[in-house]
C-alpha cells in the first residue's frame, strides 16, 4: 500500500524557519518525481516545490523561491522541505504528493498533510 | 498556465447532473501526442485531494462510472451524471503541461446537495 506521511509542521514566528518531511513507503521512491503542495485554511491548493527522482531536477513556485529548498534522501525514502524567512502568508496545510509518471504528470498520490502557522 | 473554474459553487439535487467547468489561459493540448494535459480533483473536508480523472477524460481506477470528463485545448467540463450524497466536496482543474512542471490548479468549485 502507497503510503505518505508529512511531519515537521507547528508554528513558528515570521521570518523563522522549519523543515518538514515526507517518509514514504509502498512503492520505488528513487524512481518517482515529487512534489509539495499547500493549502492556505479555506483556500486553493498551490503547488510549491517539484524535485525529480534523482533530486538533479528542482523547480519552485514563484512565491517560495529564494526561501524554501526541496530535497530528498532516496536511501531513508524520504522527502523534505526546508522554510526559511517564512511570512504569514506562508501558512497552511503542506502536502507531498508523488508525479505519477515523468514530468508532465498527475498527482496520483497524496499524503494527509502537516499544518505550518506563521504568526507573531 | 492559469486555471480558471466556473462556477465557485453549485448545489444540486440528489440524482441530478452537475457541470462543473474549467477553463485554461493558454492550451494544455500536446500536438505530439494529442493528449490534454488536464487532471481532476475531489478534495473533501480534511482530506487530501484524490485524483479522479487525467488525461481530461481517463478515470483513475475505482473512481465511479457517473464522474466524466470532456473538452480539449482551453476548455474542459467535468460532469457527475446522478449526484450522490458521497460526492459533496470541492473539485479542482489542474494542468500538468507548462515547463518547467508547475501544476497549476484552478481555484476550486464547491459542491453541495440542494
Known amino acids: 500500500e502507497v503510503q505518505l506521511e508529512e511531519s515537521g509542521g507547528g508554528l513558528v514566528q515570521p521570518g523563522g524557519s522549519l523543515r518538514l518531511s515526507c517518509a514514504v513507503s509502498g512503492f520505488a521512491f528513487s524512481s518517482y518525481d515529487m512534489n509539495w503542495v499547500r493549502q492556505a485554511p479555506g483556500k486553493g491548493l498551490e503547488w510549491v516545490s517539484y524535485?525529480?527522482?534523482?533530486?538533479?531536477?528542482?523547480y519552485y513556485g514563484d512565491s517560495v523561491k529564494g526561501r524554501f529548498t526541496i530535497s530528498r534522501d532516496n536511501a531513508k525514502n524520504s522527502l523534505y522541505l526546508q522554510m526559511n524567512s517564512l511570512r504569514v502568508e506562508d501558512t497552511g496545510v503542506y502536502y507531498c504528493a508523488r508525479d505519477r509518471w515523468a514530468p508532465g504528470s498527475p498527482l496520483d498520490y497524496w499524503g494527509q498533510g502537516t499544518l505550518v502557522t506563521v504568526s507573531s | 498556465i492559469v486555471m480558471t473554474q466556473s462556477p465557485d459553487s453549485l448545489a444540486v439535487s440528489l440524482g441530478e447532473r452537475a457541470t462543473i467547468n474549467c477553463k485554461s489561459s493558454?492550451?494544455?493540448?500536446?500536438?505530439?501526442?494529442?493528449?490534454?494535459?488536464l487532471a481532476w480533483y475531489q478534495q473533501k473536508p480534511g482530506q487530501p485531494p484524490k485524483l479522479l480523472l487525467y488525461?481530461?477524460?481517463t478515470r483513475e481506477s475505482g473512481v465511479p462510472d457517473r464522474f466524466s470528463g470532456s473538452g480539449s485545448g482551453t476548455d474542459f467540463t467535468l460532469t457527475i451524471s446522478s449526484l450522490q450524497a458521497d460526492d459533496v466536496a470541492v473539485y479542482y482543474c489542474?494542468?500538468?503541461?507548462?515547463?518547467?512542471?508547475?501544476?497549476?490548479f484552478g481555484q476550486g468549485t464547491k459542491l453541495e446537495i440542494k
Open positions: 488525461w481530461a477524460s
Open positions: 524535485i525529480s527522482s534523482s533530486g538533479g531536477t528542482i
Open positions: 489542474q494542468q500538468y503541461y507548462g515547463s518547467p512542471p508547475g501544476h497549476s
Open positions: 493558454q492550451s494544455v493540448l500536446y500536438s505530439a501526442n494529442n493528449k490534454n494535459y
